[in-house]
């Protein structure tokens, strides 16, 4: 990562204010990095303990920033980042994707589409930008349409959330162009509710989380006391939950960042100056 590449006043960066920093989905991750595979179905839990750290959502969010901020490629990036963070909990076959030499699109229904794509939702000032940019940076991966929607639906729930628009309005434009069940309650889906890595598996239950919650805090605790793939669920849900509510308790804001390695803490304030307005 060479943030000297960005030759402008991003440089300022120090003087930005955390509370301003683009970072509800990271921190959706650090959070529930600890319940993915030690589920609750509960909202009465610790938010850190000393086994919480980040996952390869934070690495392939981050990643994101760095290609819409430098106009880069996304698969050079997704494989750089890859390779620099190998150790994070990656899927099987993005593992194999990160180190091949000639990487091809592997067809992948997965919610990784949708974890990586929250900066999208900030960057572009439209809601066809949006969709278009959220489709590239699926693809070069998750060329399935369900992948692609996956990303797409979260990418346009940001914009929405953070451009003004009501929960209701929100919830009606994701059913309406994706076909999502957002009628559920969590009540009604947690019981049963098991570990799902497609999209079609875990965006809605994501979006259906920040539907009902009261704060950015809530929207973290309700993804995760669904279970199933709980970082990813909190990471989707603590993106949108950020761009609506535009504030995250400073406890939780200094506890993540304690977490993070210097290098990405770099790149989301390099991001947040430039895309939060």
Excluded at 8 to 29: F, H, M, N, P, T
Excluded at 83 to 103: A, E, H, T
Excluded at 105 to 119: D, E, H, K, Q, T
Aim: contains cysteine.
């Amino acid at each position: 990562m060479k943030p000297a590449s960005y030759n402008d006043d991003l440089y300022k960066s120090e003087q930005l204010s955390r509370k301003k920093y683009i970072i509800g989905a990271v921190i959706g991750d650090i959070i529930g990095s600890v319940y993915e595979f030690s589920n609750v179905k509960t909202t009465n839990f610790p938010l850190f303990g000393k086994r919480t750290t980040f996952t390869d959502d934070t690495v392939l969010t981050v990643a994101t920033m760095d290609v819409i901020l430098g106009q880069k490629d996304f698969t050079e990036v997704y494989q750089s980042y890859g390779r620099m963070f190998p150790n994070v909990g990656y899927g099987g076959l993005f593992k194999y994707w990160i180190l091949d030499k000639y990487p091809k699109a592997y067809n992948s229904w997965g919610n990784g589409s949708a974890m990586r794509v929250s900066p999208v939702g900030w960057a572009y000032n439209t809601l066809d930008k949006v969709l278009f940019q959220a489709k590239r940076s699926a693809e070069v991966t998750h060329n399935h349409p369900e992948g692609i929607k996956g990303a797409q639906a979260t990418a346009s729930a940001i914009f929405l959330a953070r451009t003004g628009n009501s929960k209701t309005q929100i919830k009606q434009f994701i059913e309406t162009t994706f076909q999502y069940n957002l009628n559920r309650s969590l009540a009604e889906i947690r019981p049963a509710y098991q570990f799902e890595v497609s999209c079609q598996g875990s965006v809605p239950e994501s979006i259906i989380s920040f539907l009902e919650s009261t704060n950015f805090e809530t929207a973290i605790r309700l993804a995760i006391s669904i279970g199933g793939d709980s970082d990813t669920i909190a990471c989707i849900a603590g993106g949108i939950a950020e761009a609506f509510y535009q504030e995250i308790p400073e406890y939780i804001l200094d506890n993540s960042l304690r977490i993070l390695p210097a290098r990405i803490i770099k790149l989301i304030q390099l991001f947040s100056l430039r895309y939060r307005k």
